[in-house]
Nanobody
């Protein structure tokens, strides 16, 4: 019903920046809270950032001051600006939303080299 398509991942050196995008399409009934999660092999998927329909944002302590979540409701898109990247940020990043069900993007790989 809802499809989330992510882009923007890649390989970057420590201290660099990336901007992830997630576009929602399909049958969308409302503007919802949207999230970014990340996951490394063998570990659980952890919440990185969350933004409400009204634009209020929350972040995991590990990324506060470095990452910024934003959204463009007209484009049904959520962004994650990642600055001052560290090797520990290496993970597959997923976007997520709820619209009469939970929906996940396919994931985009972010690799930070030292």
């Amino acid at each position: 019903q809802v499809q989330l398509v992510e882009s923007g991942g890649g390989l970057v050196q420590a201290g660099g920046s990336l901007r992830l995008s997630c576009v929602a399409s399909g049958t969308i009934f409302s503007i919802n809270t949207m999230d970014w999660y990340r996951q490394t092999p063998g570990k659980q998927r952890d919440l990185v950032a969350r933004i409400t329909a009204r634009g209020s944002a929350n972040y995991a302590d590990s990324v506060k001051g470095r990452f910024t979540i934003s959204r463009d409701n007209a484009k049904n898109t959520v962004y994650l600006q990642m600055n001052s990247l560290k090797p520990e940020d290496t993970a597959v990043y997923y976007c997520h939303t709820y619209d009469y069900g939970h929906y996940w993007g396919q994931g985009t790989q972010v690799t930070v080299s030292s």
